[in-house]
Structure formats: C-alpha cells, structure tokens
C-alpha cells in the first residue's frame, strides 16, 4: 500500500478562486474554480487567450496571487497559503521562468551572480555553488566562460537558457513557465522548446506550461487545459485536444496558430472567421 503522498499528483489544484481588488468594494474574479494536476516529470500545458487568468493560476502556484478558495497541494502537502519560512522553502522544489527575460535578469550582475544567489541564499558555500553553475551552464549549452558575462551581453534566446539555468540550480521538480518563448522568433522558440524537452528528459522536472499559442503547447506537452475567462473548458492529452478540440473556443485557438503553407493558412482563415461569426 502506497503512502498518499507517493500516490497524490505532484501539483493539484482543486477549484481554485482568486479575486483582484480593484477598488475598496469592486473586485475582479480571475478564476472561478480552476482545477489541475501535474504528475511527476509531465508537462502540462495551460492555454488560452490573453486575460483569460494563465499567469494567475500560476502566480497562485508560486504564492503570488492570494487565493479566496480552493486548494493547491504539493506532493500532497497543502501549500495554498503557504507564507515566510514555508515559502522560502518551496523555491527548493517551484521555481519560475517568465516571458521576458531582459525584465527578470538583474542586469548588474554578471551571469555567475545570476545563478549562483539562489543558492548562496539557500545556504549553500561559494565553491559548491560555483560547481552546480557550471553544471547548469553546461545543461543549457552555455559556454562555462558566460559566468564572467553580463546578461545584456547576450542575446534573447541566450538570456532565456540563463533564466532557465536559474530555475533549475536548485533541482526544482516543477518550474512554472510563463509564456517563456513568446517574446523569442520562431526559429529561437523552436530551440529553445527542444532545450525543455532534453532538460526535462534529463532531469525529471516537470512543468505547467503557460502559454496562448497551442502551437507551442502541442509541441511540448502531454497534456493540455484550455482555459477561458477564469474557467478550464476543455482539458485532455494534447494530442486529443489539438486533433479533435470539443469546445468552440479551442477550434478558434487551434486555427489562429500559424501554419507554414499558405494554402492551408488561407483555408484555415476561412474557417476561422466561419467559427468566431458563428460563436
Ligand atoms: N494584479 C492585478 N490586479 C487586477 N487585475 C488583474 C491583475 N492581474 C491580472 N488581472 C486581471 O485578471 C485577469 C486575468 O489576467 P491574467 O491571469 O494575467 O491572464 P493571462 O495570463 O491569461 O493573460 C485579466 O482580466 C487581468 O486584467
Ligand atoms: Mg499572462
């Protein structure tokens, strides 16, 4: 008989409601009862348009939302409310890499610095530090002598490996990624796609996967939620949501990614301004 805790899904969020205040008494529900799972070593993909309540469900995740009900549990253990020194610790096992990363890298210091303050933080001792950054280097093809670097001395898909390097010096189980290629060109996102699948192959991390492109999710996940206007309506493995979508919404989703051929993107157009006329 298995512990609970070996059973339970290593993320579950069980009908989750978080409300903005906007004003002493107006306040603006982001998610109206949102429930999701991610297993161990999964990539779980959240899509859906902008100010549906994604980076929400993830900020809630990382406690940087409040949540009004419901529940989020790691590894079984309830983490929904979880402050300070209960927090701080979590960053061992959830960490974040978001969209953009000229904004989330301190561009004072150099990438050594960058990468090795979660762990200075945590306690671990310089030299010991020094060996797991070259190690994360290594692990997003960085060249070792980027340590020396400023991020502003790289470009946006080299700064995107470096924010992902600092998500993973503390061999996290999950990493919450925030739209993390939607700022990079195609042929970069592409690159730097492939580099979650290896990490995740080498390390076992797992990810909940932000983004409003299903064309990056399908790339990358196993399985999809589709979320919109503070609900999921439609969730599945991706390869069922992408080929034979239920919902209206993920059909207009589905064809609004872009397709290399251009007849095809005529027709899929076509269809596309059919489903939103008649929605
Ligand atoms: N800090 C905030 N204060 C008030 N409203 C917010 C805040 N953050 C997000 N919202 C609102 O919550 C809704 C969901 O936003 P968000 O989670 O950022 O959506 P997404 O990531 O899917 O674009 C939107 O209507 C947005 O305007
Ligand atoms: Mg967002």
Known sequence: MNAPEDTAPLLAVEDLVVDYRLHRKLRLRAL???SITVGRGE???LVGESGSGKSTLGKAVLGLAAVTSG???FDGEDITHARGAARRRLANDIQVVFQDPYGSLDPTMTVGEVLAEPLLVAGTKRAQAGAVVAEMLDRVRLPTD???????EFSGGQRQRIAIARALVRRPRLIVCDEPVSALDLTTQ???LDLFIDLQRETGVAYLFVSH????????CHRVSVMYQGEIVESGPTRTVAHEPTHP??????LAAPVADPVRQAERRATWLGLRDSA
């Open 71 to 73: 529940r989020i549990s």
């Open 190 to 192: 592409a690159t730097i």
């Open 213 to 220: 492109d299903l064309g990056v999710v399908r790339r990358i």
């Open 32 to 34: 109206k009862g949102v």
């Open 146 to 152: 980027a340590v020396h670097r400023y991020p502003s």
């Open 43 to 45: 990539c779980v993909g």
């Open 249 to 254: 919404y993920t059909r207009r989703l589905l």
